[in-house]
Each structure stands twice: as structure tokens, then as C-alpha cells.
Nanobody
Framework: QVDLVESGGGSVQPGGSLRLSCEYS?????????????LGWFRQAPGKEREGVAS???????NYADSVKGRFTISRDNADNRLYLQMSSLVLEETAMYYC????????????????????WGQGTQVTVSS
């Protein structure tokens, strides 16, 4: 089992920036977080499907949704067990609940950031882009 806790959401004006953070850990006492290979960020706007935003492997391999390329940056700190999403040039339509997620243990990322391939989820952090 993997536990994930997001933070850093809030309100921002169009064109603004925000940095999300996600702390991840193993539920089993003493289990290693090095078994968590693939982490990702997803978002879900009201009335819409949850969509993949970015993913990152433990080796640093990164994938982005086309809509965020050049504006969002995903990163992870394996020593500190933290996942980040730096977002810039935000637009109104990116108002959503943002979730961090992990694939099953020992499972690497693929180029497709598919919701159904991620097993563990955080509770989400709200991002509101509003003028």
C-alpha cells in the first residue's frame, strides 16, 4: 500500500503560477519507498473525466499531457519522498481538483498517462484559476 498526501493548491489568477506537492509513503511499517517506481499527477474538473497531467519514473523519465507541455514541470525527490508539480501560465479551464497517484509497486511509467493504470491515490488539492 502507498499513501499520498497532496498540498499546495489554492487560488490564482489567469497567467499565474502554483506549485503542488505530494508526500508519499508506504503504509507497511519499514517498507521501502524505493519500490514506488511511477508517480503521476491527474486533475478532474467539475463534470469532466479525470485526466492525466504528467508522470515521472524513479529514474527520472517524464511524460506530459500535450495540453501542459512547456508550462508544467513534474519532479520528484526520492530522498525526501516528495513529488512536485510546478504549474505556470495557468488558464481558467485548468480549475480542477489535482491528484497525485502511484502505479503498482515495481511498475514503471509508460508514455500514456492513463487513470486506470494508477492504483494509489491521494485525496486531492483544489486549484482554482479565477480573475
Amino acid at each position: 500500500q502507498v499513501d499520498l498526501v497532496e498540498s499546495g493548491g489554492g487560488s490564482v489568477q489567469p497567467g499565474g503560477s502554483l506549485r503542488l506537492s505530494c508526500e508519499y509513503s508506504r503504509s507497511l511499517y519499514g517498507a521501502s519507498t524505493s519500490d514506488i517506481y511511477c508517480l503521476g499527477w491527474f486533475r478532474q474538473a467539475p463534470g469532466k473525466e479525470r485526466e492525466g497531467v504528467a508522470s515521472i519514473g524513479r529514474d527520472g523519465t517524464i511524460n506530459y499531457a500535450d495540453s501542459v507541455k512547456g508550462r508544467f514541470t513534474i519532479s520528484r525527490d526520492n530522498a525526501d519522498n516528495r513529488l512536485y508539480l510546478q504549474m505556470s501560465s495557468l488558464v481558467l479551464e485548468e480549475t480542477a481538483m489535482y491528484y497525485c497517484a502511484a502505479r503498482p509497486l515495481w511498475t514503471p511509467c509508460t508514455t500514456v498517462i492513463e487513470r486506470t493504470s494508477f492504483t494509489y491515490w491521494g485525496q486531492g488539492t483544489q486549484v482554482t484559476v479565477s480573475s
